[in-house]
């Protein structure tokens, strides 16, 4: 079974650029999760879908995020325009039972210059 | 709100030394306590977990004991190898809940 993918693996932006981040959850997994590790500081929670609803969004910090996820199958997370403060690994996550069935991906380091 | 809060890092072993990595956490009722694992290059692997009180999880010569008296979670380890190397994630989420809350992380080098 393949795992959670995300991509890309890396990116580096400039500050004010736009930047996508794709992941693709498990087959057949209908909850998808994102999170966000600053440097250094703990992993936070971002947002969660099920199937292509937005079951709790309360994690993302600002209306220059937006996650979309296109027919409950895969998600994207743009970020627009990017600041330095936004640097760091996205994670994303998928599950069928909630938080007992998590799978995460490797995550995509970002880093805004 | 809930959280959790681990030791600082980075911690530096020797091979075969024990380890141990503190957790404590803040949560109203009782949630469900976690280990994560992420070694270089790859994503967050579920260590071991640990759904109430007094539970002992286990997993690859780790454990940790939840520990509801003092809120505590923390990973042991009697005899660490080179392939322990990683950054440890200590997380709780509620058992009604969707979401992990996580630690800070404590990066763990093993020298030979």
């Known amino acids: 079974e393949a795992g959670v993918t995300q991509f890309p693996s890396h990116s580096v932006i400039e500050k004010g650029q736009t930047v996508t981040l794709r992941c693709d959850p498990i087959?057949?997994?209908?909850?998808l999760y994102w999170y966000r590790r600053v440097m250094g500081k703990e992993i936070k929670f971002l947002l969660h879908?099920?199937?292509?609803?937005?079951?709790?969004e309360s994690g993302m910090p600002n209306n220059r995020f937006l996650a979309e996820r296109t027919g409950g199958t895969y998600s994207t997370l743009k970020v627009q325009p990017a600041e330095l403060e936004d640097s760091g690994v996205y994670f994303c996550?998928?599950?069928?039972?909630?938080?007992?069935?998590?799978?995460f991906g490797s995550g995509t380091r970002l880093t805004v210059v | 709100g809930d959280s959790v809060t681990q030791m600082e890092g980075p911690v530096t072993l020797s091979e075969e030394a024990f380890l141990t990595i503190n957790c404590t956490y803040t949560?109203?009722?009782?949630?469900?306590l976690f280990w994560y694992v992420q070694y270089p290059g790859e994503g967050l692997q579920l260590l071991l977990k640990?759904?109430?009180?007094?539970d002992k999880g286990s997993n690859k010569g780790f454990e940790a004991t939840y520990r509801k008296e003092t809120t505590s979670f923390h990973l042991e380890k009697g005899s660490v190898q080179v392939s322990d190397s990683a950054v440890y994630f200590c997380?709780?989420?509620?058992?009604?809940?969707?979401?992990?809350?996580f630690g800070t992380g404590t990066s763990l080098t093993v020298i030979p």
């Open positions: 996550a998928s599950s069928q039972v909630r938080v007992t069935g998590y799978t």
């Open positions: 087959s057949g997994h209908d909850n």
């Open positions: 879908f099920v199937k292509e609803s937005k079951q709790d």
């Open positions: 949560a109203t009722g009782y949630p469900s």
């Open positions: 640990a759904t109430k009180a007094d």
């Open positions: 997380a709780l989420s509620r058992n009604t809940g969707n979401q992990f809350y």
